[in-house]
């Protein structure tokens, strides 16, 4: 399921928001909070960022430039003041993919988000490559160098999690619901037994474990 962070100190406007895309069939999470956002969005797991340009701690286009310093391709559909051109152009020049300008229908902010994310969907990578390692995602294979690597699908769909955020540290929380879509059990070990599984197969300096956070491709 597609999930939208709605950011916004505006509680009647987060409440409107959320009710419609909910009914849209869309998750959602929220906040007023420009750093509290920053937190959300570097845990991963957001699809698109419904993002205020006014917020009290940090303004949306701080927010914005620091997700672009960091390397974040996150959709980021910009919400601005309809008289304020000038925090239009700053959110379109700081990275935004889009704006829609308050007061604002649902309807108009539900086109642009279904043709954010269709733009999104059409660039989604069908290769990943990281320091020799290649998965194919339409073929489902996995190489390094010229060697052919069996994975299990299990296997190949962790490989391609860790490939995504490559350099970024996974919960085994994160993996977990990723991986195995359903809630962490504390007392599962089966991101761990993956984990070894591979590094059996794809060298055991690929994956690096931080200590007490989760895991890291390197």
Known sequence: MTHILIVDDEERIISFVRRGLTAAGYATSSTGSG????????????DLVLLDIGLPDISGLEVLARLRAEGSMVTVIALTARDSARDLVAGLDGGADDYVPKPFTFDELLARIRARLRDRDRAVPTRLEHDGLVLDLLERRATIGDHDIELSAREFALAEELMRHAGQVLSREQLLSRVWGYDFDPGSNVVDVYIRYLRTKLGAERIETVRGAGYRLV
């Open 35 to 46: 750093l509290e956002a920053l937190a959300l969005l570097r845990a991963g797991g957001i």
